[in-house]
Nanobody, 116 residues
Framework: VQLQASGGGLVQAGESLRLSCAAS????????MGWYRQAQGKQREFVAR???????NYADSVKGRFTISVDNTRNTIYLQMNSLKPEDTAVYYC???????????WGQGTLVTVSS
């Protein structure tokens, strides 16, 4: 499975941005896809996840502001980020996990910068 993330950029606080992650390969083997982020000097942290059954989970810090969705026809997930805050500044990584082996797959990361 290969993941290609895009959509990062520089925005001002309060603005919106949408990230995309296009997946290719054996998608039937994937149990869930989602997003993690890593701010400079900090550990990578969970942001949002969507399962094959369309169950979604969010980090408390983004609940009510971020929405994860999937377009199965395009094997693409999206992260709609609204009301962005400077603390959302990070490199955002697309992530997928294999259904049986629990192997993790990572995209290359896309930088989101929110200025105050």
């Amino acid at each position: 499975v290969q993941l290609q993330a895009s959509g990062g950029g520089l925005v001002q606080a309060g603005e919106s941005l949408r990230l995309s992650c296009a997946a290719s390969g054996n998608m039937i083997s994937i149990a869930a896809m989602g997003w993690y982020r890593q701010a400079q000097g900090k550990q990578r942290e969970f942001v949002a996840r969507i399962t094959g059954e369309q169950n979604v989970n969010y980090a408390d810090s983004v609940k009510g502001r971020f929405t994860i969705s999937v377009d199965n026809t395009r094997n693409t997930i999206y992260l709609q980020m609204n009301s962005l805050k400077p603390e959302d500044t990070a490199v955002y990584y697309c992530h997928a996990i294999h259904r049986t082996t629990r192997l993790h797959y990572w995209g290359q990361g896309t930088l989101v910068t929110v200025s105050s």
